[in-house]
């Protein structure tokens, strides 16, 4: 899934708020964030600077509630359930009847 961040939205809100989309389910209900990274210290790495200019670049990646989350430029995020991952690892490696597919 791909979100982009509101000028007016923090980026660590734009994370709860994506990843409780992707996941189907209450914001509330996800882990806090804050047990995974400190919030302030990632929406400071994408304010604007003291004198009002904006950043530019950057890229940050980390797993937060069963996403692998990417952040770009403060503007951009792309989450990716773990889950669809680990599945689609399982069936490429066992297939439809279970059984590990010998490499021929």
Do not use: H, W
Not at 26 to 47: H, I, K, T, Y
Not at 58 to 80: A, H, P, W
């Amino acid at each position: 899934m791909d979100y982009q961040i509101d000028p007016n939205e923090s980026v660590s809100a734009a994370i709860v708020r994506a990843a409780s989309a992707i996941r189907g389910v209450d914001p509330c209900s996800l882990r806090p964030l804050g047990e995974v990274l400190d919030p302030d210290a990632l929406d400071g790495l994408f304010e604007t600077r003291y004198d009002g200019t904006p950043r530019r670049g950057g890229r940050v990646s980390f797993v937060f509630d069963g996403c692998r989350i990417t952040v770009d430029n403060g503007e951009y995020l792309t989450l990716k359930l773990l889950e669809d991952t680990a599945r689609s690892e399982r069936e490429r490696a066992y297939g439809d009847g279970g059984v590990k597919r010998r490499e021929q």
